[in-house]
């Protein structure tokens, strides 16, 4: 028998950006992706609703036989990783929060942009990464307001993508920011329309490398039986034609796709019937 899968989950197509690095890194491992499109964005949604959503796709990756779950969403991180550990403790979770240590560790100017959800800044969890790391720095921050969706629709780049990061950028580089942190899991997919605004000089940090470093490191404890090549299936409470175009324009790969929907807190896949 091979090892269990590793179930990811994102409100959307924002978590193939952390997929694409753990396929890189594990390409023998095989990946469940959950994108709630029901429900996208999550970042302007109350901690309480997206911890029920989180809980759900928990439950779901789970009884598809996930042994170990990357919530590859900063917004549902900072709004549910502790009390999915605490609900679900037998269940190894990695999660995501920006980058701000190693932001904070790297620039010069001492000042760092932070791009991420008005429900990550809003969270604890961000509060304490800025109290822990962050009090010798000057941190300018942007909820991104549209940035999700408009990745959501497939514009990763082009004219309107400039227009919604120009009025974010601009004021960021006028301040003298150094080092740019991709705080939502989306973002990373805009990164050639940020990299041309912000210039070359400025440093733009995606934490999904070092997130899949940490689930090849938690993966390594329960030895896998050598598994053959691995594969990756996604799942989407949206439209599943729409999200495997997409997925595979973003990937350079095909994702095949199922289409699931709630049925109260639970995730219900209407291909298996009753
Ligand atoms: N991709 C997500 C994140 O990393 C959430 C975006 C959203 O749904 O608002 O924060």
Not at 131 to 145: F, T
Request: charged residues 15%.
């Amino acid at each position: 028998m091979g090892a269990p899968p590793v179930g990811i989950f994102d409100s959307g197509v924002g978590g193939l950006s952390v997929l694409r690095h753990v396929r890189a890194l594990l390409p023998d491992v095989d990946l469940l992706y959950v994108a709630d499109q029901a429900h996208v964005p999550y970042g302007g949604r109350p901690a309480a609703e997206i911890l029920r959503f989180s809980a759900g796709i928990t439950r779901f990756l789970l009884d598809r036989g996930a042994g170990l779950i990357v919530v590859a969403c900063n917004t549902a991180s900072a709004a549910a990783l502790t009390p999915l550990r605490q609900a679900f403790p037998a269940v190894p979770f990695v999660g995501m929060e920006p980058a701000v240590k190693p932001g904070a560790a790297r620039t010069r100017t001492g000042r760092v942009g932070v791009m991420a959800t008005a429900g990550t800044f809003e969270s604890q969890r961000y509060t304490s990464l800025m109290e822990r790391y962050a009090s010798h720095v000057s941190l300018y921050q942007d909820p991104c307001v549209g940035l999700v969706e408009l990745v959501e629709s497939g514009q990763v780049d082009g004219p309107a993508m400039e227009a919604l990061l120009r009025p974010v950028l601009e004021p960021m580089v006028a301040a003298g920011i150094d080092t740019l942190i991709l705080g939502c899991t989306h973002y990373p997919f805009a990164l050639p329309a940020i990299q041309r605004l912000v210039g070359p000089d400025v440093a733009v940090i995606d934490p999904a490398p070092a997130v899949a470093r940490q689930v090849a490191r938690v993966l390594a404890g329960p030895p896998g039986a050598g598994a053959p090549a691995g594969g990756a299936r996604a799942f989407t409470t949206g439209d599943p034609a729409a999200f495997a175009a997409l997925a595979a324009r973003l990937l350079g790969l095909p994702l095949p796709t199922a289409p699931l929907g709630w049925a109260g807190d639970h995730l219900v896949s209407p291909a298996a019937g009753p």
